[in-house]
Protein backbone atom coordinates (compact mmCIF):
# COMPACT_ATOMS: atom_id res chain seq x y z
CA UNK A 1 0.00 0.00 0.00
CA UNK A 2 1.38 3.80 -0.83
CA UNK A 3 2.17 6.10 1.82
CA UNK A 4 -0.10 8.29 0.90
CA UNK A 5 -3.14 5.92 1.13
CA UNK A 6 -1.78 4.58 3.87
CA UNK A 7 -2.44 8.01 5.43
CA UNK A 8 -5.54 8.44 4.18
CA UNK A 9 -6.89 5.07 5.74
CA UNK A 10 -4.87 6.24 8.89
CA UNK A 11 -6.58 9.89 9.16
CA UNK A 12 -10.16 8.30 8.37
CA UNK A 13 -9.85 5.92 11.08
CA UNK A 14 -8.49 8.51 13.62
CA UNK A 15 -11.40 10.16 12.93
CA UNK A 16 -13.83 7.30 12.95
CA UNK A 17 -12.66 6.20 16.47
CA UNK A 18 -13.10 10.08 17.98
CA UNK A 19 -16.21 9.98 16.70
CA UNK A 20 -17.11 6.58 17.99
CA UNK A 21 -16.04 7.90 21.39
CA UNK A 22 -17.36 11.23 21.28
CA UNK A 23 -20.85 9.71 20.43
CA UNK A 24 -20.20 6.44 22.85
CA UNK A 25 -22.14 8.17 25.60
CA UNK A 26 -25.06 8.84 23.82
CA UNK A 27 -25.61 5.81 21.76
CA UNK A 28 -28.20 4.85 23.85
CA UNK A 29 -30.50 7.64 23.73
CA UNK A 30 -29.26 7.70 19.85
CA UNK A 31 -30.93 4.50 19.72
CA UNK A 32 -33.88 4.73 21.56
CA UNK A 33 -34.45 7.85 19.38
CA UNK A 34 -34.46 6.07 16.50
CA UNK A 35 -36.53 3.21 17.48
CA UNK A 36 -39.17 5.37 18.48
CA UNK A 37 -38.93 7.69 15.05
CA UNK A 38 -39.10 4.72 13.59
CA UNK A 39 -42.80 3.46 15.07
CA UNK A 40 -44.04 6.82 15.13
CA UNK A 41 -43.31 7.81 11.98
CA UNK A 42 -46.49 7.55 10.42
CA UNK A 43 -48.27 10.00 12.60
CA UNK A 44 -45.11 12.69 11.52
CA UNK A 45 -46.14 12.23 8.27
CA UNK A 46 -49.56 12.54 8.56
CA UNK A 47 -49.44 15.92 10.31
CA UNK A 48 -46.48 16.93 8.13
CA UNK A 49 -49.06 16.37 5.24
CA UNK A 50 -51.61 18.58 6.79
CA UNK A 51 -49.50 21.50 8.45
CA UNK A 52 -47.09 21.08 5.15
CA UNK A 53 -43.87 22.49 7.40
CA UNK A 54 -41.54 19.96 8.12
CA UNK A 55 -39.99 21.31 11.32
CA UNK A 56 -43.29 22.30 12.62
CA UNK A 57 -44.52 18.90 12.81
CA UNK A 58 -41.55 17.67 13.44
CA UNK A 59 -41.70 19.84 17.21
CA UNK A 60 -45.45 19.42 17.72
CA UNK A 61 -44.95 15.64 17.46
CA UNK A 62 -41.84 15.35 19.80
CA UNK A 63 -44.19 18.04 22.31
CA UNK A 64 -47.17 15.47 22.29
CA UNK A 65 -44.24 12.42 22.91
CA UNK A 66 -43.13 14.26 25.71
CA UNK A 67 -46.08 15.15 27.38
CA UNK A 68 -46.82 11.11 26.85
CA UNK A 69 -43.87 9.74 28.22
CA UNK A 70 -42.58 12.60 31.35
CA UNK A 71 -46.31 12.95 32.84
CA UNK A 72 -46.67 9.67 33.60
CA UNK A 73 -43.16 9.21 35.38
CA UNK A 74 -43.86 12.26 37.05
CA UNK A 75 -47.13 11.26 38.37
CA UNK A 76 -45.32 7.51 39.28
CA UNK A 77 -42.79 9.65 41.26
CA UNK A 78 -44.99 11.14 43.76
CA UNK A 79 -47.07 8.12 43.59
CA UNK A 80 -43.96 6.54 44.68
CA UNK A 81 -43.59 9.27 47.61
CA UNK A 82 -46.84 9.01 48.84
CA UNK A 83 -46.28 5.22 48.53
CA UNK A 84 -43.10 5.35 50.82
CA UNK A 85 -45.08 7.73 53.14
CA UNK A 86 -47.82 5.10 53.93
CA UNK A 87 -45.57 2.39 54.19
CA UNK A 88 -43.99 3.90 57.22
CA UNK A 89 -47.09 5.24 58.33
CA UNK A 90 -48.18 1.37 58.61
CA UNK A 91 -45.36 -0.22 60.49
CA UNK A 92 -45.04 2.51 63.02
CA UNK A 93 -49.43 2.08 62.93
CA UNK A 94 -48.02 -1.83 64.11
CA UNK A 95 -45.30 -1.14 66.19
CA UNK A 96 -47.42 0.78 68.56
CA UNK A 97 -50.48 -0.94 68.23
CA UNK A 98 -51.73 -3.61 71.17
CA UNK A 99 -54.62 -5.04 69.33
CA UNK A 100 -52.64 -7.31 66.93
CA UNK A 101 -53.44 -10.64 66.21
CA UNK A 102 -51.86 -13.99 64.48
CA UNK A 103 -54.51 -14.92 61.78
CA UNK A 104 -55.76 -17.93 62.02
CA UNK A 105 -54.40 -19.17 58.13
CA UNK A 106 -50.85 -18.92 59.22
CA UNK A 107 -50.89 -21.90 61.30
CA UNK A 108 -52.24 -24.09 58.33
CA UNK A 109 -49.07 -23.23 56.10
CA UNK A 110 -47.46 -26.47 55.16
CA UNK A 111 -44.45 -27.67 57.06
CA UNK A 112 -43.65 -24.23 58.71
CA UNK A 113 -47.14 -23.03 59.55
CA UNK A 114 -46.43 -23.87 63.64
CA UNK A 115 -42.91 -22.63 63.45
CA UNK A 116 -44.42 -19.15 62.04
CA UNK A 117 -47.28 -19.21 64.68
CA UNK A 118 -45.06 -19.77 67.54
CA UNK A 119 -42.60 -16.82 66.22
CA UNK A 120 -45.62 -14.25 65.19
CA UNK A 121 -47.02 -14.67 68.93
CA UNK A 122 -43.84 -13.85 70.34
CA UNK A 123 -42.64 -11.25 68.69
CA UNK A 124 -46.59 -9.76 68.76
CA UNK A 125 -45.84 -10.27 73.02
CA UNK A 126 -42.63 -8.17 73.09
CA UNK A 127 -42.74 -4.27 71.52
CA UNK A 128 -38.83 -4.65 71.80
CA UNK A 129 -39.45 -7.40 68.88
CA UNK A 130 -42.02 -6.07 67.01
CA UNK A 131 -40.02 -2.91 66.74
CA UNK A 132 -36.93 -4.64 65.33
CA UNK A 133 -38.83 -6.53 62.91
CA UNK A 134 -40.61 -3.09 61.54
CA UNK A 135 -37.00 -1.79 61.27
CA UNK A 136 -36.16 -4.83 59.53
CA UNK A 137 -38.64 -4.41 57.29
CA UNK A 138 -38.37 -0.45 56.98
CA UNK A 139 -34.76 -0.58 55.48
CA UNK A 140 -35.06 -2.76 52.60
CA UNK A 141 -38.26 -0.75 51.68
CA UNK A 142 -36.59 2.42 51.87
CA UNK A 143 -33.43 1.47 49.80
CA UNK A 144 -35.48 -0.09 47.36
CA UNK A 145 -37.70 3.06 46.92
CA UNK A 146 -34.56 4.72 46.71
CA UNK A 147 -33.00 2.49 43.78
CA UNK A 148 -36.37 3.00 42.27
CA UNK A 149 -36.32 6.87 42.57
CA UNK A 150 -32.92 7.30 41.18
CA UNK A 151 -33.88 4.63 38.54
CA UNK A 152 -36.79 7.32 37.40
CA UNK A 153 -34.36 10.22 37.73
CA UNK A 154 -32.10 8.73 35.39
CA UNK A 155 -34.79 7.96 33.25
CA UNK A 156 -36.54 11.25 33.17
CA UNK A 157 -32.86 12.67 32.36
CA UNK A 158 -32.16 9.50 29.43
CA UNK A 159 -35.97 10.77 28.14
CA UNK A 160 -35.43 14.37 28.05
CA UNK A 161 -32.00 14.10 25.83
CA UNK A 162 -34.08 11.05 23.29
CA UNK A 163 -36.59 13.96 23.04
CA UNK A 164 -34.03 16.11 21.48
CA UNK A 165 -32.46 13.99 19.54
CA UNK A 166 -35.94 12.72 18.05
CA UNK A 167 -36.90 15.88 16.80
CA UNK A 168 -33.61 16.15 14.42
CA UNK A 169 -34.73 12.39 13.44
CA UNK A 170 -37.87 13.80 12.10
CA UNK A 171 -36.83 16.54 10.98
CA UNK A 172 -33.90 14.93 8.78
CA UNK A 173 -35.27 11.61 8.75
CA UNK A 174 -35.79 11.49 4.85
CA UNK A 175 -31.99 12.28 4.62
CA UNK A 176 -30.55 10.12 6.74
CA UNK A 177 -33.16 7.26 5.16
CA UNK A 178 -31.60 8.02 1.69
CA UNK A 179 -27.90 7.79 3.74
CA UNK A 180 -28.46 4.59 5.79
CA UNK A 181 -30.02 3.49 1.70
CA UNK A 182 -26.92 4.10 0.19
CA UNK A 183 -24.74 2.85 2.73
CA UNK A 184 -26.42 -0.59 3.09
CA UNK A 185 -26.22 -0.91 -0.98
CA UNK A 186 -22.82 0.06 -0.82
CA UNK A 187 -22.07 -2.95 1.87
CA UNK A 188 -24.27 -5.53 1.27
CA UNK A 189 -26.15 -4.89 -2.38
CA UNK A 190 -29.71 -5.52 -2.84
CA UNK A 191 -29.35 -8.20 0.45
CA UNK A 192 -27.95 -5.06 2.41
CA UNK A 193 -31.47 -3.06 1.35
CA UNK A 194 -33.28 -5.34 2.13
CA UNK A 195 -31.83 -6.48 5.19
CA UNK A 196 -32.21 -2.39 6.28
CA UNK A 197 -35.96 -2.52 5.84
CA UNK A 198 -36.31 -5.98 7.34
CA UNK A 199 -34.74 -4.09 10.85
CA UNK A 200 -37.03 -1.39 10.31
CA UNK A 201 -40.28 -3.42 10.16
CA UNK A 202 -38.79 -5.38 12.93
CA UNK A 203 -38.15 -3.00 15.42
CA UNK A 204 -41.76 -1.36 14.83
CA UNK A 205 -43.64 -4.52 15.02
CA UNK A 206 -41.98 -5.13 18.55
CA UNK A 207 -42.25 -1.78 19.90
CA UNK A 208 -46.09 -1.31 18.98
CA UNK A 209 -46.88 -5.18 20.30
CA UNK A 210 -44.57 -5.05 23.59
CA UNK A 211 -44.90 -1.10 24.68
CA UNK A 212 -48.66 -1.20 23.24
CA UNK A 213 -49.59 -4.68 25.14
CA UNK A 214 -47.96 -3.13 28.15
CA UNK A 215 -49.73 0.04 27.72
CA UNK A 216 -53.41 -2.01 27.50
CA UNK A 217 -52.35 -4.04 30.10
CA UNK A 218 -51.95 -1.17 32.92
CA UNK A 219 -54.78 0.75 31.77
CA UNK A 220 -57.02 -2.18 32.33
CA UNK A 221 -55.58 -3.18 35.46
CA UNK A 222 -55.61 0.52 36.52
CA UNK A 223 -59.23 0.24 36.00
CA UNK A 224 -59.17 -2.65 38.15
CA UNK A 225 -57.77 -0.98 41.46
CA UNK A 226 -59.59 1.89 41.37
CA UNK A 227 -63.03 0.10 41.09
CA UNK A 228 -61.81 -1.80 43.93
CA UNK A 229 -60.16 0.71 45.83
CA UNK A 230 -56.84 -0.48 45.93
CA UNK A 231 -54.54 2.26 47.39
CA UNK A 232 -51.95 3.31 45.46
CA UNK A 233 -53.84 2.55 41.77
CA UNK A 234 -51.41 5.04 39.87
CA UNK A 235 -48.19 3.24 41.10
CA UNK A 236 -49.65 -0.44 41.13
CA UNK A 237 -50.73 0.61 37.45
CA UNK A 238 -47.19 1.82 36.51
CA UNK A 239 -45.83 -1.48 38.19
CA UNK A 240 -48.56 -3.66 35.43
CA UNK A 241 -46.50 -1.55 32.59
CA UNK A 242 -42.92 -2.66 33.25
CA UNK A 243 -43.75 -5.57 34.61
CA UNK A 244 -45.80 -6.78 31.70
CA UNK A 245 -42.45 -6.91 29.47
CA UNK A 246 -41.91 -9.86 32.24
CA UNK A 247 -43.91 -13.13 32.17
CA UNK A 248 -46.29 -14.06 34.64
CA UNK A 249 -45.41 -9.92 36.05
CA UNK A 250 -48.97 -8.42 36.18
CA UNK A 251 -50.30 -11.46 38.21
CA UNK A 252 -48.05 -10.24 40.76
CA UNK A 253 -49.43 -7.06 41.32
CA UNK A 254 -53.01 -7.51 40.99
CA UNK A 255 -52.43 -10.77 42.81
CA UNK A 256 -50.81 -8.45 45.18
CA UNK A 257 -53.86 -6.67 45.34
CA UNK A 258 -56.43 -9.12 45.77
CA UNK A 259 -54.42 -10.70 48.95
CA UNK A 260 -54.13 -6.98 50.26
CA UNK A 261 -58.38 -6.72 49.79
CA UNK A 262 -58.58 -9.95 51.32
CA UNK A 263 -56.66 -9.04 54.33
CA UNK A 264 -58.71 -6.05 54.71
CA UNK A 265 -61.60 -7.90 55.25
CA UNK A 266 -62.93 -7.68 51.55
CA UNK A 267 -63.30 -10.98 50.07
CA UNK A 268 -65.89 -10.22 47.06
CA UNK A 269 -63.67 -7.18 46.43
CA UNK A 270 -60.48 -9.76 46.45
CA UNK A 271 -62.23 -12.51 44.09
CA UNK A 272 -63.32 -9.14 41.41
CA UNK A 273 -59.15 -8.41 41.38
CA UNK A 274 -59.04 -12.27 40.99
CA UNK A 275 -61.23 -12.50 37.99
CA UNK A 276 -60.77 -8.86 36.53
CA UNK A 277 -56.60 -10.20 36.49
CA UNK A 278 -57.18 -12.99 35.15
CA UNK A 279 -60.01 -12.34 32.59
CA UNK A 280 -59.24 -8.84 31.65
CA UNK A 281 -55.55 -7.93 32.37
CA UNK A 282 -54.01 -11.45 31.56
CA UNK A 283 -56.02 -11.63 28.03
CA UNK A 284 -55.24 -8.12 26.35
CA UNK A 285 -51.41 -10.11 26.81
CA UNK A 286 -53.21 -13.13 25.46
CA UNK A 287 -54.95 -11.78 22.41
CA UNK A 288 -53.70 -8.06 21.85
CA UNK A 289 -49.65 -9.00 21.62
CA UNK A 290 -49.81 -12.08 18.88
CA UNK A 291 -52.32 -9.66 16.43
CA UNK A 292 -49.51 -6.67 17.07
CA UNK A 293 -46.72 -8.72 16.30
CA UNK A 294 -47.29 -11.13 14.53
CA UNK A 295 -47.97 -9.61 11.13
CA UNK A 296 -44.39 -8.62 10.76
CA UNK A 297 -42.00 -10.30 13.67
CA UNK A 298 -43.03 -12.69 16.66
CA UNK A 299 -40.38 -12.78 19.34
CA UNK A 300 -40.64 -15.20 21.81
CA UNK A 301 -41.52 -14.54 25.66
CA UNK A 302 -38.02 -15.63 26.88
CA UNK A 303 -36.81 -12.82 24.86
CA UNK A 304 -38.62 -10.14 25.39
CA UNK A 305 -37.58 -11.45 29.18
CA UNK A 306 -33.92 -11.14 28.68
CA UNK A 307 -34.10 -8.09 26.95
CA UNK A 308 -35.96 -6.29 29.48
CA UNK A 309 -33.69 -6.92 32.06
CA UNK A 310 -30.74 -7.29 30.10
CA UNK A 311 -31.55 -3.79 28.11
CA UNK A 312 -31.93 -2.13 31.99
CA UNK A 313 -28.50 -3.61 32.66
CA UNK A 314 -27.16 -1.97 29.99
CA UNK A 315 -28.90 0.84 28.78
CA UNK A 316 -30.21 2.08 31.89
CA UNK A 317 -34.38 2.96 31.90
CA UNK A 318 -34.19 3.33 27.78
CA UNK A 319 -32.84 -0.01 27.93
CA UNK A 320 -36.38 -1.87 28.92
CA UNK A 321 -37.66 -1.14 25.67
CA UNK A 322 -34.07 -0.79 23.73
CA UNK A 323 -33.41 -4.09 24.47
CA UNK A 324 -36.09 -6.56 23.26
CA UNK A 325 -35.75 -4.71 20.24
CA UNK A 326 -32.38 -5.10 19.61
CA UNK A 327 -33.06 -8.93 20.42
CA UNK A 328 -35.99 -9.03 17.84
CA UNK A 329 -33.86 -7.29 15.35
CA UNK A 330 -30.77 -9.61 15.75
CA UNK A 331 -33.03 -12.57 15.59
CA UNK A 332 -34.76 -11.27 12.57
CA UNK A 333 -31.38 -11.19 10.67
CA UNK A 334 -30.08 -14.48 11.85
CA UNK A 335 -33.04 -16.04 10.26
CA UNK A 336 -32.99 -13.82 7.13
CA UNK A 337 -29.15 -14.80 6.84
CA UNK A 338 -29.84 -19.04 7.76
CA UNK A 339 -32.97 -18.69 5.49
CA UNK A 340 -31.16 -17.09 2.33
CA UNK A 341 -28.27 -20.38 1.10
CA UNK A 342 -26.81 -18.74 -2.15
CA UNK A 343 -24.39 -22.04 -2.27
CA UNK A 344 -26.28 -25.15 -4.05
CA UNK A 345 -26.67 -28.01 -2.22
CA UNK A 346 -23.85 -30.82 -2.50
CA UNK A 347 -25.40 -34.44 -3.13
CA UNK A 348 -22.23 -36.18 -3.40
CA UNK A 349 -18.20 -35.35 -2.77
CA UNK A 350 -15.28 -36.10 -5.21
CA UNK A 351 -13.72 -39.45 -4.16
CA UNK A 352 -9.99 -37.93 -4.89
CA UNK A 353 -8.34 -34.67 -5.45
CA UNK A 354 -8.67 -35.05 -9.30
CA UNK A 355 -12.15 -35.17 -9.50
CA UNK A 356 -13.71 -32.37 -11.71
CA UNK A 357 -17.30 -32.30 -10.49
CA UNK A 358 -19.09 -34.05 -7.89
CA UNK A 359 -21.87 -36.35 -9.82
CA UNK A 360 -25.47 -36.73 -8.33
CA UNK A 361 -26.54 -39.92 -6.59
CA UNK A 362 -29.35 -42.18 -7.74
CA UNK A 363 -31.79 -43.03 -5.26
Not at 80 to 93: C, E, F, H, S, T
Not at 95 to 124: F, I, M, N, R
Not at 159 to 187: H, K, M, P, S, W
Not at 253 to 281: D, E, H, I, S
Amino acid sequence: MAPRRTAQVAITAFLLLGCALVLLPFGPAILFAGTVCITTWPLFAALERRLRRGPLAAGLTTLGLSLLLLVPIAGLSLSLGDAVGALIDYLRGLVESDGLEVPVWLQHVPLVGESLTEYAHKVLASQEELRKLALLALEPARRSALTVGALLGQGVLQLLLVLFILYFCYRDGRELLRQFNTAARYLGGELGISLLALAGNTVKAVMIGIVGTAAAQALVALVGFVLAGVPGALLLGAATFFLSLVPVGPPLVWGGAAFWLYQQGQPGWAVFMVLWGTLVVSSVDNFLKPILISRSASLPLVLIALGAFGGVLAFGFIGLFLGPSFLAVGKSLFTAWTAADPAPPVTSEPTNAGATAPRDVQA
